[in-house]
Protein backbone atom coordinates (compact mmCIF):
# COMPACT_ATOMS: atom_id res chain seq x y z
CA UNK A 1 0.00 0.00 0.00
CA UNK A 2 2.85 2.64 0.64
CA UNK A 3 4.31 1.48 -2.48
CA UNK A 4 1.30 1.47 -4.19
CA UNK A 5 -0.39 4.50 -3.30
CA UNK A 6 0.36 8.56 -2.44
CA UNK A 7 -0.76 8.58 1.47
CA UNK A 8 -1.29 11.31 3.58
CA UNK A 9 -1.89 10.19 6.94
CA UNK A 10 -2.04 6.57 7.96
CA UNK A 11 -4.15 5.66 11.73
CA UNK A 12 -2.27 2.69 13.12
CA UNK A 13 -4.77 1.07 15.66
CA UNK A 14 -2.51 -2.37 16.09
CA UNK A 15 -1.79 -4.42 18.91
CA UNK A 16 0.78 -2.37 21.13
CA UNK A 17 3.79 -4.10 20.26
CA UNK A 18 3.40 -3.09 16.63
CA UNK A 19 3.03 0.41 17.12
CA UNK A 20 6.76 0.77 17.28
CA UNK A 21 8.17 -0.79 14.01
CA UNK A 22 5.07 -0.05 11.78
CA UNK A 23 4.96 3.96 12.37
CA UNK A 24 9.00 3.48 11.98
CA UNK A 25 8.01 1.72 8.39
CA UNK A 26 4.82 4.57 7.66
CA UNK A 27 6.93 7.64 9.14
CA UNK A 28 10.28 6.38 7.28
CA UNK A 29 8.24 6.39 3.95
CA UNK A 30 7.00 10.03 4.62
CA UNK A 31 3.55 9.42 5.72
CA UNK A 32 2.17 11.24 8.54
CA UNK A 33 0.96 8.80 11.66
CA UNK A 34 -2.02 9.29 13.60
CA UNK A 35 -0.91 6.27 16.50
CA UNK A 36 -3.20 4.82 18.29
CA UNK A 37 -2.26 5.28 22.53
CA UNK A 38 -0.33 3.70 24.00
CA UNK A 39 2.77 5.60 22.37
CA UNK A 40 4.50 1.87 22.81
CA UNK A 41 5.14 -0.81 24.77
CA UNK A 42 7.61 0.61 27.24
CA UNK A 43 9.01 3.50 27.89
CA UNK A 44 12.20 2.12 26.84
CA UNK A 45 10.47 1.70 23.44
CA UNK A 46 8.97 5.16 23.05
CA UNK A 47 12.08 6.80 23.41
CA UNK A 48 12.83 5.19 20.16
CA UNK A 49 9.71 6.91 19.00
CA UNK A 50 10.85 9.95 20.12
CA UNK A 51 14.08 9.68 18.49
CA UNK A 52 12.10 8.82 15.54
CA UNK A 53 10.02 11.54 15.43
CA UNK A 54 13.06 13.90 15.42
CA UNK A 55 14.72 12.45 12.13
CA UNK A 56 12.16 12.34 10.43
CA UNK A 57 10.12 15.40 8.34
CA UNK A 58 6.39 13.58 8.96
CA UNK A 59 4.37 14.32 12.21
CA UNK A 60 3.48 11.49 15.01
CA UNK A 61 0.73 12.16 16.82
CA UNK A 62 -0.86 9.63 19.91
CA UNK A 63 -4.42 9.61 20.71
CA UNK A 64 -5.35 11.21 23.52
CA UNK A 65 -8.62 12.52 22.98
CA UNK A 66 -9.52 13.01 26.47
CA UNK A 67 -7.16 16.17 26.86
CA UNK A 68 -9.91 17.47 24.36
CA UNK A 69 -12.59 16.65 26.16
CA UNK A 70 -14.67 20.22 26.80
CA UNK A 71 -14.79 19.45 30.79
CA UNK A 72 -10.83 18.82 30.40
CA UNK A 73 -10.31 21.51 28.59
CA UNK A 74 -12.29 23.72 30.78
CA UNK A 75 -10.35 22.33 34.11
CA UNK A 76 -7.06 23.45 32.84
CA UNK A 77 -8.49 26.62 31.88
CA UNK A 78 -9.78 27.28 35.52
CA UNK A 79 -6.68 26.01 36.47
CA UNK A 80 -4.46 28.48 34.80
CA UNK A 81 -6.51 31.61 35.63
CA UNK A 82 -8.99 31.36 38.38
CA UNK A 83 -7.67 32.29 42.17
CA UNK A 84 -7.36 28.55 43.64
CA UNK A 85 -4.07 28.65 45.48
CA UNK A 86 -1.70 25.27 44.92
CA UNK A 87 -2.66 22.03 43.75
CA UNK A 88 -2.29 19.92 46.66
CA UNK A 89 -3.47 16.61 45.35
CA UNK A 90 -4.81 14.64 41.74
CA UNK A 91 -6.81 11.28 41.97
CA UNK A 92 -8.17 9.64 39.12
CA UNK A 93 -10.43 6.45 38.82
CA UNK A 94 -11.42 3.93 36.49
CA UNK A 95 -13.50 0.66 37.05
CA UNK A 96 -14.97 -0.91 34.12
CA UNK A 97 -15.76 -4.29 33.01
CA UNK A 98 -13.79 -6.73 30.56
CA UNK A 99 -14.93 -10.40 29.95
CA UNK A 100 -13.11 -12.94 30.03
CA UNK A 101 -13.70 -13.26 25.84
CA UNK A 102 -12.27 -9.57 25.85
CA UNK A 103 -8.82 -11.54 25.85
CA UNK A 104 -9.60 -15.10 24.75
CA UNK A 105 -11.09 -13.65 21.41
CA UNK A 106 -7.70 -11.60 21.18
CA UNK A 107 -5.55 -13.38 23.20
CA UNK A 108 -2.58 -9.95 22.71
CA UNK A 109 -3.91 -8.52 25.03
CA UNK A 110 -3.64 -10.73 28.17
CA UNK A 111 0.22 -11.13 27.22
CA UNK A 112 2.82 -8.78 28.58
CA UNK A 113 5.18 -9.07 25.65
CA UNK A 114 2.27 -8.05 22.86
CA UNK A 115 0.14 -5.37 25.49
CA UNK A 116 2.37 -4.22 28.07
CA UNK A 117 0.56 -4.08 30.82
CA UNK A 118 -3.15 -4.63 31.05
CA UNK A 119 -5.95 -1.94 32.64
CA UNK A 120 -2.88 0.49 33.18
CA UNK A 121 -1.86 0.61 29.12
CA UNK A 122 -5.23 0.20 27.60
CA UNK A 123 -8.11 1.25 29.39
CA UNK A 124 -6.93 3.84 31.85
CA UNK A 125 -4.05 5.23 30.22
CA UNK A 126 -5.70 8.10 29.63
CA UNK A 127 -6.16 8.78 32.67
CA UNK A 128 -3.08 8.18 33.70
CA UNK A 129 -1.71 11.16 30.94
CA UNK A 130 -4.18 13.48 32.36
CA UNK A 131 -2.73 13.54 35.87
CA UNK A 132 0.57 14.18 34.85
CA UNK A 133 -0.94 16.73 32.08
CA UNK A 134 -2.10 18.69 35.83
CA UNK A 135 0.58 17.07 37.51
CA UNK A 136 3.25 18.11 36.21
CA UNK A 137 6.80 16.30 36.11
CA UNK A 138 6.69 13.32 37.56
CA UNK A 139 9.04 12.59 40.60
CA UNK A 140 8.44 8.99 42.51
CA UNK A 141 5.64 6.10 42.35
CA UNK A 142 4.65 3.32 44.51
CA UNK A 143 1.97 0.78 43.35
CA UNK A 144 0.90 -2.43 43.81
CA UNK A 145 -0.72 -4.52 40.27
CA UNK A 146 -2.80 -7.79 40.87
CA UNK A 147 -5.34 -9.89 39.32
CA UNK A 148 -8.59 -10.27 41.11
CA UNK A 149 -10.43 -12.45 38.10
CA UNK A 150 -9.86 -15.97 37.37
CA UNK A 151 -8.97 -15.26 33.96
CA UNK A 152 -6.44 -17.01 32.42
CA UNK A 153 -4.16 -13.95 31.39
CA UNK A 154 -0.30 -12.64 32.56
CA UNK A 155 -1.01 -9.05 33.03
CA UNK A 156 -3.01 -7.02 35.40
CA UNK A 157 -6.42 -6.53 35.75
CA UNK A 158 -6.50 -4.12 38.96
CA UNK A 159 -3.80 -1.60 39.87
CA UNK A 160 -3.48 0.85 42.79
CA UNK A 161 -0.73 3.40 42.83
CA UNK A 162 0.51 6.57 44.60
CA UNK A 163 2.40 8.90 42.57
CA UNK A 164 4.68 12.24 43.65
CA UNK A 165 4.56 14.93 40.90
CA UNK A 166 6.85 17.92 40.79
CA UNK A 167 5.72 20.51 43.72
CA UNK A 168 5.36 17.60 46.49
CA UNK A 169 1.51 17.11 44.81
CA UNK A 170 0.28 14.02 45.28
CA UNK A 171 -1.50 11.71 42.79
CA UNK A 172 -3.96 8.45 44.13
CA UNK A 173 -4.75 6.41 41.06
CA UNK A 174 -6.71 3.17 40.84
CA UNK A 175 -8.20 1.26 38.03
CA UNK A 176 -10.12 -2.15 37.28
CA UNK A 177 -11.41 -4.53 34.70
CA UNK A 178 -13.15 -6.10 37.14
CA UNK A 179 -16.34 -4.31 37.84
CA UNK A 180 -19.72 -5.35 37.18
CA UNK A 181 -20.25 -2.14 34.32
CA UNK A 182 -18.20 0.46 32.25
CA UNK A 183 -18.65 3.33 35.04
CA UNK A 184 -17.82 6.91 34.60
CA UNK A 185 -13.80 8.18 34.67
CA UNK A 186 -13.33 10.30 37.82
CA UNK A 187 -10.38 13.08 37.98
CA UNK A 188 -10.23 14.84 40.93
CA UNK A 189 -8.02 18.00 41.66
CA UNK A 190 -7.71 19.62 44.89
CA UNK A 191 -6.55 23.02 45.59
CA UNK A 192 -6.23 25.21 48.73
CA UNK A 193 -9.51 26.92 48.16
CA UNK A 194 -11.27 24.16 45.91
CA UNK A 195 -11.51 20.63 44.96
CA UNK A 196 -12.81 20.37 40.74
CA UNK A 197 -14.17 16.69 39.79
CA UNK A 198 -14.57 15.51 36.40
CA UNK A 199 -17.13 13.06 36.75
CA UNK A 200 -20.33 11.60 34.61
CA UNK A 201 -19.46 13.72 31.97
CA UNK A 202 -19.68 17.42 33.92
CA UNK A 203 -16.84 19.21 35.67
CA UNK A 204 -18.20 20.31 39.66
CA UNK A 205 -16.56 23.02 41.49
CA UNK A 206 -17.15 22.36 45.30
CA UNK A 207 -16.02 24.94 47.44
CA UNK A 208 -14.77 24.45 51.21
CA UNK A 209 -18.59 25.41 52.17
CA UNK A 210 -19.67 22.61 50.25
CA UNK A 211 -20.98 24.77 47.69
CA UNK A 212 -21.37 22.93 44.16
CA UNK A 213 -21.37 24.45 40.58
CA UNK A 214 -21.39 22.81 37.49
CA UNK A 215 -18.60 24.59 35.12
CA UNK A 216 -18.86 22.54 31.88
CA UNK A 217 -20.51 19.25 30.23
CA UNK A 218 -18.85 17.51 27.42
CA UNK A 219 -21.16 16.31 24.57
CA UNK A 220 -22.29 12.87 23.80
CA UNK A 221 -23.33 11.31 20.76
CA UNK A 222 -25.87 8.18 20.75
CA UNK A 223 -24.41 5.10 19.65
CA UNK A 224 -20.86 5.45 20.94
CA UNK A 225 -19.16 4.67 23.49
CA UNK A 226 -19.18 7.68 25.36
CA UNK A 227 -17.23 6.32 28.31
CA UNK A 228 -14.07 6.16 26.29
CA UNK A 229 -14.57 10.24 26.01
CA UNK A 230 -15.96 12.22 23.36
CA UNK A 231 -12.67 13.96 21.72
CA UNK A 232 -11.99 11.68 18.94
CA UNK A 233 -13.07 13.97 16.14
CA UNK A 234 -11.57 17.28 17.71
CA UNK A 235 -8.52 15.14 18.11
CA UNK A 236 -8.73 14.05 14.56
CA UNK A 237 -9.44 17.24 13.42
CA UNK A 238 -6.71 18.95 15.26
CA UNK A 239 -3.86 16.62 13.36
CA UNK A 240 -5.28 16.77 10.17
CA UNK A 241 -5.25 20.79 10.25
CA UNK A 242 -1.73 20.53 11.74
CA UNK A 243 -0.48 18.59 8.67
CA UNK A 244 -2.23 20.99 6.30
CA UNK A 245 -0.88 24.23 8.65
CA UNK A 246 2.32 22.50 9.24
CA UNK A 247 1.78 23.48 13.04
CA UNK A 248 2.75 21.73 15.78
CA UNK A 249 -0.74 21.46 17.15
CA UNK A 250 -1.37 17.94 18.47
CA UNK A 251 -0.17 15.45 21.10
CA UNK A 252 3.28 14.81 20.10
CA UNK A 253 5.26 11.98 21.14
CA UNK A 254 7.17 13.76 23.34
CA UNK A 255 3.48 14.75 24.77
CA UNK A 256 2.69 10.62 25.34
CA UNK A 257 6.12 9.66 26.62
CA UNK A 258 4.86 10.58 30.33
CA UNK A 259 2.42 8.13 30.70
CA UNK A 260 5.06 5.11 29.78
CA UNK A 261 7.18 6.39 32.29
CA UNK A 262 4.38 6.24 34.86
CA UNK A 263 3.68 2.67 33.38
CA UNK A 264 6.97 1.57 33.48
CA UNK A 265 7.07 2.78 37.32
CA UNK A 266 3.77 0.70 38.22
CA UNK A 267 5.16 -2.45 36.75
CA UNK A 268 8.64 -1.86 38.63
CA UNK A 269 7.52 -1.05 41.67
CA UNK A 270 4.85 -3.57 42.02
CA UNK A 271 7.62 -6.32 40.95
CA UNK A 272 10.08 -4.46 43.52
CA UNK A 273 7.75 -3.86 45.77
CA UNK A 274 9.26 -0.53 46.77
CA UNK A 275 9.33 3.10 45.63
CA UNK A 276 10.54 3.77 42.46
CA UNK A 277 12.27 7.69 41.95
CA UNK A 278 11.84 8.67 38.24
CA UNK A 279 15.73 9.26 38.62
CA UNK A 280 16.65 6.07 38.25
CA UNK A 281 13.98 5.05 35.95
CA UNK A 282 15.18 7.41 33.12
CA UNK A 283 18.62 6.62 33.75
CA UNK A 284 18.28 2.64 33.21
CA UNK A 285 14.98 2.18 31.59
CA UNK A 286 13.82 -1.43 31.43
CA UNK A 287 13.94 -2.24 27.80
CA UNK A 288 12.07 -5.29 27.48
CA UNK A 289 8.30 -6.04 29.62
CA UNK A 290 9.46 -9.17 30.10
CA UNK A 291 12.18 -8.52 32.23
CA UNK A 292 9.62 -7.65 35.15
CA UNK A 293 7.89 -10.27 34.85
CA UNK A 294 10.11 -13.29 35.06
Not at 132 to 155: F, H, M, P, R
Not at 158 to 173: C, L, S, W
Not at 213 to 225: P, R
Request: proline share 3%; with cysteine.
Amino acid sequence: MLDQEKIDVVHICLPHHLHYPVTKICAEKGVHVLQEKPLSLDFCEGLKTAELAKKVSTKIAVCFQNRYNTTFQKLLEVLRTDDHGEIKAIKGLVAWHRPDEYYTEKPWRGRWSTAGGGTIINQAIHTLDLMQVVGGELVACKASLSNITDYNVEVEDTAVANFTFEGNRTGFYMSTNAYATNSSVELEVVTEKATYTIKNYQLYKIDFDGNVTVLAQDEQKAGTKSYYGPGHATFIQRFYQAIEEDTDDFVSVEDALPSMLMIDAMKQSSTETRTILMEELKKVPVCNVKQLHK
